[in-house]
């Protein structure tokens, strides 16, 4: 187990693979740790130095009192990389893990080389949905939005599984303050602007039956990056790294090789 104090708080990290090799940074979503990757990663070449860790308020992570700031979680993940000394890295961002690198991006293009935008947007929802969300969270717990959830996150067929339980225990057991304090970064978070100026190589992934980032507003966000690749995965919700990971690892792994990342 790592835990790398970064000043204000404690951070859960993980390394795979090669520590000398290509560095992939990956960051999760609301509601999730980094076990969202556990299928993806051993699908990857060898030879990449693979990092994961559980954002503020997720995981093993430190859970501060929210509400979060998105310059808050911009720096968790810039503190992460300096202390692991990651330069020139491909990062990999699923939902407000996307938001993560878009603003990383934006601030140390000497970390950030390359992004991976997976189901994920410049803007996600609306301040006043997020208010009504964590109002609910905060009255009923997280169990109150679990079956909801379950729904935007998984296809129909995956939500039929026994591992679609899992997941589900993992959403219900993260903190509630970690929840709603991450929820709140979402709400004031519109890296429209910003992310317009960004001209780095990017891929842009969405699933099919995503529910909570639909393949439009993601396909948006791909519109805005000058020369990103845009991916639709069949068959997946939210979270294709878990329902589809030998396409994500195909898909994910061309566009490593594409950029001489591999």
Same mark, same amino acid.
């Given at each position: 187990?790592?835990?790398?104090?970064?000043?204000?708080?404690?951070?859960?990290?993980?390394?795979?693979?090669?520590?000398?090799?290509?560095?992939?940074?990956?960051?999760?979503?609301?509601?999730?740790?980094?076990?969202?990757?556990?299928?993806?990663?051993?699908?990857?070449?060898?030879?990449?130095?693979?990092?994961?860790?559980?954002?503020?308020?997720?995981?093993?992570?430190?859970?501060?009192?929210?509400?979060?700031?998105?310059?808050?979680?911009?720096?968790?993940?810039?503190?992460?990389?300096?202390?692991?000394?990651?330069?020139?890295?491909?990062?990999?961002?699923?939902?407000?893990?996307?938001?993560?690198?878009?603003?990383?991006?934006?601030?140390?293009?000497?970390?950030?080389?390359?992004?991976?935008?997976?189901?994920?947007?410049?803007?996600?929802?609306?301040?006043?949905?997020?208010?009504?969300?964590?109002?609910?969270?905060?009255?009923?717990?997280?169990?109150?939005?679990?079956?909801?959830?379950?729904?935007?996150?998984?296809?129909?067929?995956? &939500?039929?599984?026994?591992?679609?339980?899992?997941?589900?225990?993992?959403?219900?057991?993260?903190?509630?303050?970690?929840?709603?304090?991450?929820?709140?970064?979402?709400?004031?978070?519109?890296?429209?602007?910003?992310?317009?100026?960004?001209?780095?190589?990017?891929?842009?992934?969405?699933?099919?039956?995503?529910?909570?980032?639909?393949?439009?507003?993601? &396909?948006?966000?791909?519109?805005?990056?000058?020369?990103?690749?845009?991916?639709?995965?069949?068959?997946?919700?939210?979270?294709?790294?878990?329902?589809?990971?030998?396409?994500?690892?195909?898909?994910?792994?061309?566009?490593?090789?594409?950029?001489?990342?591999?």
């Amino acid at each position: 187990m790592n835990i790398l104090d970064i000043g204000d708080i404690n951070l859960h990290w993980r390394e795979d693979g090669d520590p000398s090799g290509a560095p992939v940074v990956f960051a999760n979503s609301l509601g999730t740790d980094f076990r969202m990757w556990d299928r993806l990663v051993p699908l990857l070449p060898q030879g990449l130095r693979l990092i994961r860790y559980d954002k503020r308020g997720h995981g093993l992570s430190s859970c501060p009192q929210g509400p979060y700031a998105m310059g808050a979680l911009v720096r968790d993940a810039e503190r992460l990389c300096d202390a692991l000394n990651v330069k020139d890295c491909v990062f990999v961002g699923l939902s407000v893990g996307g938001l993560i690198a878009q603003g990383l991006a934006v601030k140390r293009l000497d970390i950030v080389r390359a992004m991976v935008l997976s189901n994920t947007a410049a803007k996600i929802g609306t301040a006043q949905m997020w208010t009504d969300r964590t109002a609910a969270i905060r009255e009923g717990g997280l169990e109150s939005i679990a079956d909801a959830m379950m729904e935007r996150w998984f296809s129909k067929p995956f &939500r039929q599984t026994e591992e679609m339980q899992g997941w589900r225990a993992m959403l219900t057991r993260q903190p509630v303050e970690g929840y709603c304090g991450v929820a709140a970064a979402i709400a004031g978070t519109d890296f429209i602007t910003p992310t317009s100026g960004l001209t780095l190589p990017t891929l842009v992934i969405a699933g099919s039956e995503d529910g909570a980032t639909p393949p439009d507003l993601v &396909r948006e966000t791909s519109d805005l990056i000058r020369g990103a690749r845009f991916n639709l995965i069949r068959g997946a919700g939210h979270l294709p790294p878990v329902e589809k990971p030998e396409e994500y690892a195909r898909v994910l792994t061309e566009f490593l090789t594409s950029i001489g990342h591999v």
